[in-house]
């Protein structure tokens, strides 16, 4: 029993010296020490030995199963630090494989660019308004003091909608009447100037986001559908300064800094002064494509809301006076993404969406 | 509209400006200058040469062979054909290397066997005129050598304005309106326009007659004995022309275009000769009437059109365009020049019919000063006499009629003006300048808070007819650019927010965070085809009646079409997508202004899927992101049923599948009982052909934004504290015949559950031979937890016994598990 008992301690302790891992170490546990295990198997023989034995060949026995204990345990220990050890040293561990491929999905750049402007003014106190895409033609026009014989009303710049059948004759006789009031797709979100006033009154400041229609064929820089928004304050004591600043707090939103700004003349009939502001170039120094060298680029029209247009809202241009702007969201969208085609926007191409992670 | 500053300098001193700076000071006062070039820049390299040796060409008869010096170094051989160059002239020459006007670069040549160094060239080589019958001769005191602009003063800075920006601007479509905006401007003299100072005693007794005095107020005819045929204009007259961009032809047609290009007021001569009458008659069009304008077209007229004609028929179609048979030739003696006053709409509207935009046309729909129709003659008078000293006015112009601008006396009140405009202004400084662009100002008491301000004519026609139309006057010459932002300071309150917008956009984030959909824009037109496709008759859609693209007629109702539309062009390198957008639709409603719905719609497209339902189909999946949606709104409680809307629905969805479709209707227990809010769909089979997406599943949903935000607006999810006590979780699968729908089976087990029941969900659905002929297992994991004890064994085997009930009474049993 003796010499079994050396021989498993031999074969079992050369074993632990050369495990490589600590599976081979459970093994080991498990093949000697187990409930089945050899030594295991030796000490329940310890019964057949003749009493006087029994003492000795027990000690002997358990100092086997301790030192086999301790072995492994120092072995286990070994092995433990030296896969730590490996693996902070990085030991077959490649950080620079790729992980899964990113789950996509995004908001269009035109709605994070509105968003944006939205949220700004509405932290100025702006109400976030919402007009019909398909608007009597004397909110889009007459109301902005844009008479009949205006050269904006042609069709040639407005899209039209049709009198359906039922009102076909109504309107045919209201006509004859001159108080026909044809229906257009709205050729600029200025239409909610007169909605918003109608609506809520003064003081009001609202900015209205949306889509407007144009009878243009479509190119690189033309497109039928795209997006304005217009921004419109009408209070008391409203002036051009005033404006200035809430232009200027726009294009500070849109390119994160302070740009120089300036404002010369501009004709839109629903204002008076009317202006166009221009800011300088947010993409050069010096001069650039998209300033076409002149370091200036022309950003926003915009103008005193003109006694007319306040009228025909019924409020009185003796007390109060307002401020309107519009600004073309797609045009600033591709300048800020440097998207070449305005065909993109509204392509609803996956390779276009892709590229503005929201 | 193109501006000569040479031109305009004549009226006001620019001899110290920069040009750019004048272009500056013009954008940022008056109207935007969109370029600035100067013309006879392009004749840079073109030089004073002196023929020294003339000889002919031993080869041809029509060729000289000279010798030409232009002050550089030795002279040079240069094959000449015109039949003017001689020995001693001074002309224009091009050394090899020079970029012609036309762009044509010279080269060393050799002709007929001479060589060539150069050019001498005719004054249409260098496009200074139409002359081409021989070389350009210069004066003989020219400098040799001197770059030929220099020597001709031919530099001129033109620029190039928007004429967008001048529309409502009448005074500006000539270049004396310019010089006069410069001159307040700059606060330099404005010098008077030289005209005839008196018309000849008698007067023209050619008659005139208004017959449509709407159209055509107030109309002057001007007859002139050219003495001697036309010929062509002297080198200052041709170079203003030219510099901005029209074509010299004859000094009387020349003559004309001047004065309209300086005043604005376009002018029309005939050949008082060709004139039958003569007599001229301004009448409204016959319908149907066809004049052959002197462009060649016939054109048929309209009864608003405006005809000039004389004792035979018409002659010019008026404010638009002359006519061929009376226009002024090489034979003309006589003319009977037009100026006139026209209706500034229906010249508008004629030219814009005919689509025959003119210089005329262009500036008399603008309004203009009805004051210049006389003065237009007496500057073509005037300067008639400079031109063409042999010409000889007949008589006095016959002057027909009447017409004024309107008087206007506006009121300025300088500190309102100054507050408004937010520039600190004295008054002075707002009148000084008034008063330079001839405006009469007059304080209006002695307390000088408010001035009469005198609107002049050339303003008055409908520029500046409000008060605040004098505040942008004082605004703009003062200068916007000086303007300092200020911050409003009034009263903020939270503002009003849209809760539809904020529903959309919370779903928006959702579908783009949480779904990774991609969030589109899509056309709001359809093609007429999708009528038919949906099955919707066109009353059923908004129409354009000037669609932009022919057919392209019909407004969406809602995103799904259009949507759809951008699906197949994805499909070539996205096997699968999911696109939503937030839009609107329109349909007709009781009213001309069709009525307006907010929808959010989504369209998802992959691979086909083994099942066609159960939560690995795409239908099963656009059921989970509806669901998911609705509890975003949130909402908590909902009816849904299979197919398609009822007709009676506010929501219909032509191009969902028939059967493969579900409705949710709000809860009987909410206040809007029954109001469908969405319905998720595979594509109708027919669509699915009819866009070529049979290979690919197609899912849609609609969501009624509108009515979503009513149920849900204000509320938010409730809390409920989770369970104390542990779950058993219970595997259970049944199998039963497949006409039984899940939703019965899921009843069922729900009832087999009651209260204890929390989660139940399908796991596994199997159809195989070993369970037998039309049977199929649904397994679920079902979890089991009470509010007040820790379940046992028991109560499992409670639950069991009730799910294995159940599955007989529906026809089927309870398989191990």
């Given at each position: 029993m003796r010499e079994r008992l050396e021989e498993l301690r031999r074969e079992a302790l050369a074993i632990v010296a050369e495990a490589g891992e600590e599976a081979r170490l459970r093994e080991v546990e498990v093949r000697f020490l187990g409930r089945n295990g050899e030594i295991t198997g030796l000490l329940r023989q310890l019964g057949s030995l003749p009493a006087d034995q029994r003492p000795a060949a027990g000690r002997e026995a358990n100092l086997v199963k301790a030192a086999l204990q301790e072995a492994l345990d120092q072995r286990r220990d070994q092995l433990q630090q030296a896969s730590l050890a490996r693996e902070l040293r990085g030991e077959g561990f490649d950080p620079t494989l790729p992980g899964p491929p990113p789950p996509a999905g995004a908001l269009h750049p035109l709605s994070q660019v509105q968003r944006r402007l939205e949220d700004l003014f509405s932290s100025m106190g702006f109400l976030v308004a919402d007009g019909p895409e398909v608007e009597w033609e004397s909110y889009n026009f007459d109301a902005l003091n844009i008479p009949p014989d205006h050269p904006a009303r042609e069709a040639q710049d407005t899209i039209f909608v049709r009198a359906p059948q039922a009102t076909a004759e109504a309107s045919a006789a209201a006509e004859s009447d001159g108080k026909a009031d044809g229906v257009v797709l709205r050729s600029h979100t200025s239409t909610v100037q007169i909605r918003a006033l109608k609506k809520h009154g003064?003081?009001?400041?609202?900015?209205?986001?949306?889509?407007?229609?144009?009878?243009?064929?479509?190119?690189?820089?033309?497109?039928?559908?795209?997006?304005?928004?217009?921004?419109?304050?009408?209070?008391?004591?409203?002036?051009?300064?005033?404006?200035?600043?809430?232009?200027?707090?726009?294009?500070?939103?849109?390119?994160?800094?302070?740009?120089?700004?300036?404002?010369?003349?501009?004709?839109?009939?629903?204002?008076?002064?009317?202006?166009?502001?221009?800011?300088?170039?947010?993409?050069?120094?010096?001069?650039?494509?998209?300033?076409?060298?002149?370091?200036?680029?022309?950003?926003?029209?915009?103008?005193?809301?003109?006694?007319?247009?306040?009228?025909?809202?019924?409020?009185?241009?003796?007390?109060?006076?307002?401020?309107?702007?519009?600004?073309?969201?797609?045009?600033?969208?591709?300048?800020?993404?440097?998207?070449?085609?305005?065909?993109?926007?509204?392509?609803?191409?996956?390779?276009?969406?892709?590229?503005?992670?929201? | 509209m193109k501006i000569s500053l040479n031109w305009v300098g004549e009226f006001v001193d620019l001899d110290d400006q920069d040009p750019a700076q004048v272009a500056e000071l013009l954008s940022l006062h008056t109207a935007e200058v969109e370029g600035l070039e100067v013309f006879g820049d392009n004749l840079r390299e073109v030089v004073v040469g002196e023929v020294v040796e003339c000889g002919r060409h031993p080869q041809a008869d029509k060729l000289s062979v000279t010798r030409v010096a232009f002050g550089a170094g030795e002279t040079v051989q240069v094959v000449c054909g015109a039949p003017n160059v001689r020995q001693g002239l001074k002309v224009a020459f091009a050394p090899v290397g020079t970029v012609l006007p036309g762009g044509l670069k010279l080269k060393k040549a050799k002709l007929r066997g001479e060589l060539s160094m150069g050019m001498i060239c005719s004054a249409q080589e260098l496009e200074l005129s139409e002359d081409h019958q021989g070389i350009l001769e210069l004066q003989p005191e020219a400098k040799v050598g001197q770059p030929l602009i220099e020597h001709l003063a031919l530099a001129d800075p033109v620029l190039e304005l928007d004429n967008k920006s001048l529309t409502h601007r009448p005074d500006l479509w000539g270049h004396y309106g310019f010089a006069r905006e410069l001159a307040a401007i700059l606060q330099r003299p404005l010098k008077p326009l030289p005209v005839l100072a008196d018309w000849p005693e008698a007067q023209s007794e050619i008659p005139i007659h208004l017959l449509d005095p709407e159209g055509c107020p107030l109309y002057l005819g001007l007859p002139v004995e050219?003495?001697?045929?036309?010929?062509?204009?002297?080198?200052?007259?041709?170079?203003?022309?030219?510099?901005?961009?029209?074509?010299?032809?004859?000094?009387?047609?020349?003559?004309?275009?001047?004065?309209?290009?300086?005043?604005?007021?376009?002018?029309?001569?005939?050949?008082?000769?060709?004139?039958?009458?003569?007599?001229?008659?301004?009448?409204?069009?016959?319908?149907?009437?066809?004049?052959?304008?002197?462009?060649?077209?016939?054109?048929?007229?309209?009864?608003?059109?405006?005809?000039?004609?004389?004792?035979?028929?018409?002659?010019?179609?008026?404010?638009?365009?002359?006519?061929?048979?009376?226009?002024?030739?090489?034979?003309?003696?006589?003319?009977?020049?037009?100026?006139?006053?026209?209706?500034?709409?229906?010249?508008?509207?004629?030219?814009?019919?005919?689509?025959?935009?003119?210089?005329?046309?262009?500036?008399?729909?603008?309004?203009?000063?009805?004051?210049?129709?006389?003065?237009?003659?007496?500057?073509?008078?005037?300067?008639?006499?400079?031109?063409?000293?042999?010409?000889?006015?007949?008589?006095?112009?016959?002057?027909?009629?009447?017409?004024?601008?309107?008087?206007?006396?506006?009121?300025?009140?300088?500190?309102?003006?100054?507050?408004?405009?937010?520039?600190?202004?004295?008054?002075?400084?707002?009148?000084?300048?008034?008063?330079?662009?001839?405006?009469?100002?007059?304080?209006?008491?002695?307390?000088r808070q408010a001035y009469w301000v005198e609107v002049p004519s050339w303003r008055a026609t409908k520029d500046v007819t409000l008060d605040i139309d004098l505040v942008e006057e004082v605004g703009r010459l003062a200068g916007y650019h000086r303007i300092e932002a200020v911050p409003l300071r009034a009263p903020v309150e939270a503002p009003w927010k849209d809760p539809v917008r904020n529903l959309a956009r919370r779903l928006c984030d959702r579908m783009a965070g949480t779904h990774h959909g991609f969030e589109s824009q899509a056309y709001s037109f359809l093609d007429q085809r999708w009528a038919k496709r949906l099955n919707l008759p066109l009353e059923a859609f908004a129409r354009l009646q000037n669609p932009v693209q022919e057919g392209v007629d019909l407004v969406r109702r809602d995103p799904i079409p259009s949507l759809l539309e951008q699906v197949p062009a994805n499909l070539l390198e996205n096997e699968r997508g999911l696109l939503f957008e937030c839009a609107k639709g329109y349909q007709p409603g009781n009213g001309p202004l069709p009525e307006e719905r907010i929808w959010f719609g989504a369209v998802a497209w992959s691979p086909k899927s083994k099942t066609e339902d159960g939560p690995e189909s795409m239908f099963g999946r656009m059921r989970s992101l509806t669901e998911d949606l609705l509890r975003c709104a949130p909402l908590d409680d909902w009816q849904v049923q299979t197919g398609l809307p009822s007709k009676q629905d506010a929501l219909q969805a032509p191009w969902a599948h028939p059967s493969q479709s579900l409705c949710w209707h709000s809860s009987p227990k909410t206040k809007d009982a029954g109001r469908i809010l969405a319905v998720s769909a595979m594509l109708d089979p027919q669509l699915r052909e009819e866009l070529s997406l049979e290979n690919v599943a197609v899912g849609l949903f609609l969501l009624d934004l509108a009515a979503l935000t009513q149920l849900c607006e204000g509320r938010l999810p409730r809390f409920e504290s989770p369970a104390r006590f542990p779950a058993i979780k219970v595997d259970v699968a049944l199998a039963l015949p497949v006409t039984v729908a899940y939703d019965q089976v899921e009843k069922a087990l729900r009832e087999a559950g009651g209260k204890l029941l929390e989660d139940l969900r399908l796991f596994d659905i199997f159809q195989g031979a070993s369970l037998g002929e039309g049977i199929r297992s649904l397994a679920f994991h079902a979890t089991l937890r009470s509010a007040s004890k820790t379940l046992s064994e028991k109560d499992e085997q409670k639950f069991l016994k009730r799910v294995e009930a159940a599955a007989q009474r529906l026809g089927g049993n309870l398989r191990s598990c």
């Open positions: 003064p003081p009001l400041r609202v900015v209205a986001p949306g889509r407007v229609f144009r009878q243009e064929a479509q190119d690189a820089t033309h497109e039928h559908t795209f997006h304005q928004m217009e921004g419109l304050v009408v209070d008391r004591g409203v002036g051009v300064a005033h404006m200035l600043h809430a232009m200027n707090s726009l294009l500070e939103g849109l390119f994160g800094r302070k740009l120089e700004t300036r404002l010369r003349p501009g004709f839109f009939p629903f204002v008076e002064p009317g202006f166009e502001l221009d800011a300088r170039c947010p993409f050069c120094d010096s001069g650039c494509r998209v300033c076409k060298g002149s370091t200036w680029i022309e950003l926003m029209p915009g103008g005193l809301v003109h006694p007319n247009v306040l009228e025909a809202c019924d409020v009185d241009p003796e007390v109060y006076s307002g401020y309107a702007f519009g600004l073309g969201l797609s045009r600033v969208v591709m300048l800020s993404y440097g998207i070449d085609d305005i065909r993109w926007l509204l392509s609803g191409d996956l390779r276009f969406l892709r590229q503005f992670p929201s | 050219l003495g001697g045929r036309p010929s062509p204009s002297p080198e200052w007259l041709q170079r203003r022309l030219l510099a901005v961009g029209q074509r010299p032809l004859s000094d009387i047609v020349d003559l004309t275009n001047f004065v309209l290009l300086e005043l604005g007021q376009p002018t029309h001569a005939f050949d008082l000769d060709r004139l039958s009458g003569p007599e001229i008659q301004v009448r409204a069009a016959e319908e149907g009437e066809v004049l052959t304008t002197l462009d060649g077209q016939p054109r048929s007229l309209q009864a608003q059109d405006l005809v000039i004609a004389d004792g035979s028929g018409g002659v010019a179609l008026a404010g638009v365009m002359g006519g061929g048979e009376t226009e002024v030739g090489d034979s003309t003696e006589r003319i009977l020049l037009e100026s006139a006053v026209f209706h500034p709409v229906r010249i508008r509207r004629t030219s814009k019919r005919l689509a025959l935009r003119t210089e005329a046309s262009s500036r008399f729909e603008k309004s203009l000063d009805p004051a210049l129709a006389e003065q237009a003659l007496q500057r073509f008078a005037y300067l008639l006499a400079k031109v063409r000293p042999q010409a000889r006015l007949m008589a006095a112009p016959a002057k027909t009629g009447q017409a004024a601008a309107p008087q206007r006396r506006l009121q300025l009140e300088p500190a309102k003006t100054s507050a408004l405009l937010g520039l600190p202004l004295q008054a002075e400084e707002m009148l000084r300048p008034l008063q330079a662009l001839g405006f009469q100002t007059e304080a209006k008491d002695e307390s």
